[in-house]
C-alpha cells in the first residue's frame, strides 16, 4: 500500500497517512503518539514530505512478450535489448502489468483482490480482478477492476486495495468459500445449519455446500426414509417374478441392504 510520510522539520516527527485517508498518525521511535488533520501536515512549511522509491514499474507487456525490469532499472525482454521506462510509457501497444508500491507489495494484472465497492456486496473475491494500471503525473496509480459477473467495475486508488486472501475451503457444490461467506454444513443425522467462513461447525459435519437448496438436494437425495421391511414390500408389490429373474435387480437390492 502506497504511505504518504511527512517529516517535522524541527521536532523530528513522522506523519503517516492513516488507512482512512482523512488524517496523519504521528509517528516518534516506531511508536503513534497523536493526530494531526491532512490539511495542516500538507500545507504546512513545518513539513516535509519524504520521498519513497515507491510506487514503481515492474513489467510492462504488449500482449505477447513481457518487459521486466532489471537490476539496473532498465527494461529488457530476453536480456538482449534494454529498454527505458520513459520510452516505454510513451508506447500506445504497451501496458503496465505489474507494480511494487512497498517493500512487500507487488500487484499484478489478473490477481484478485478484496471487493472495495460497498454497493456491490454480493460480489465475492474471485470474482474481483485487476484489469490495468493507470499511471498519473504525480506518480500514483490507480486500478481498473473488472469482475467476472458484471464485467467491468471501474477504477480505484490502489491505496484503497486489499489482496484477496485465499479461498478457506471448496464445498462439495463446487464453489470457493472465503472469510465471511455463507455456507450449508449437513450433520450426520441429515439435519442442516448455515454457518460463516472462519467459524467451523461444532459437530461432526457430513458435507458442506455453498447454497441452502444444494444442501437440502442432498438431503432428499441420501437421507434414508423408508425402513427394510417397506422396501421390501415395495419389491414384492411392483416387480414380477419374470423381471426378478430377468435382471437380477430383485437380488441384488437384497443383497446390497441385507434382508
Given amino acids: 500500500m502506497i504511505m504518504k510520510k511527512y517529516k517535522h522539520k524541527k521536532t523530528g516527527f513522522i506523519a503517516e497517512l492513516a488507512s482512512h485517508g482523512n488524517d496523519y498518525n504521528l509517528v516518534l521511535d516506531g511508536e503513534v503518539q497523536g493526530m494531526l488533520p491532512k490539511w495542516v ?31 539496473d532499472g532498465k527494461f529488457t525482454i530476453n536480456l538482449q535489448y534494454d529498454y527505458s521506462e520513459e520510452d516505454l510509457l510513451k508506447s500506445k501497444t504497451l501496458t503496465i502489468t505489474k507494480i511494487q508500491t512497498s517493500e512487500t507489495d507487488i500487484w499484478t494484472v489478473g490477481e484478485t483482490v478484496k471487493n472495495p465497492f460497498f454497493n456491490t ?50 464445498t462439495e457444490d463446487g464453489v470457493n468459500i472465503f472469510e465471511g461467506d455463507d455456507y450449508w454444513v449437513v450433520h450426520h443425522d441429515f439435519t442442516y445449519s448455515i454457518f460463516k467462513g472462519g467459524n467451523q461447525p461444532r459437530m461432526p459435519a457430513l458435507q458442506l455446500f ?47 441392504l441385507g434382508i
Fill in 41 to 71: 501536515v500538507e500545507n504546512s512549511n513545518d513539513w516535509e514530505e519524504v520521498k519513497s522509491e515507491y510506487p514503481k514499474i515492474l513489467e510492462f507487456s504488449d500482449g505477447f512478450n513481457k518487459y521486466y525490469k532489471k537490476s
Fill in 121 to 170: 456486496p454480493m460480489l465475492k473475491s474471485e470474482n474481483i480482478r485487476v484489469e490495468r494500471f493507470i499511471l498519473h503525473p504525480d506518480t500514483t496509480f490507480t486500478v481498473w477492476l473488472k469482475s467476472s459477473i458484471t464485467e467491468a467495475l471501474g477504477s480505484i486508488a490502489i491505496s484503497k486495495l486489499e489482496k484477496a486472501k485465499p479461498p478457506l475451503f471448496v
Fill in 210 to 256: 455453498s447454497t441452502k437448496k444444494a444442501a437440502e438436494n442432498y438431503i432428499g437425495e441420501n437421507k434414508p426414509k423408508f425402513s427394510k421391511s417397506q422396501i421390501t414390500d415395495i419389491l414384492n408389490v411392483w416387480l414380477t417374478d419374470s423381471y426378478k429373474t430377468q435382471i437380477g435387480l430383485y437380488d441384488q437390492i437384497k443383497g446390497k
